[in-house]
């Protein structure tokens, strides 16, 4: 399992919380978002995703990863 | 139909609008959010609703109505 934290712009409220994290469950991650730090924890495992695939799912939701 | 603008507080983003217009829409009223005026345009059959249920649709979504 890695772990990385990714700083995120445009997340402002629980909506914004549970659109990423879902999407992170979605694909087989792991993500808790800290709002007010403006990032993304996310937990995956490299063999099944690719930190490419984390920042494109994070995107898709319309948030910009920095 | 009777119109009026409340002032809300809490509204961030488009996932705001959605709940909030999605909110307004179910009891039978039109809203529409301007996110930056931290305003809810809000149209309503007075024969059919009372502006304190409009209220506490919006709050209901969990933003306040000041």
Known sequence: MKN?????????????????????????????VDLSGGTVAVAYDESQLTITAIKEAIE???????
Chains 1, 2 share one sequence.
């Not at 934290?5 to 808790?32: D, F, R, Y």
């Not at 898709?60 to 920095?66: H, M, S, T």
């Open 4 to 32: 990385v934290t990714l700083k995120v712009e445009g997340m402002s409220c629980g909506h914004c919380v549970n659109s990423i994290e879902g999407a992170l469950k979605t694909i087989g991650a792991s993500g808790k």
């Open 60 to 66: 898709e939701q319309g948030y910009d990863v920095v």
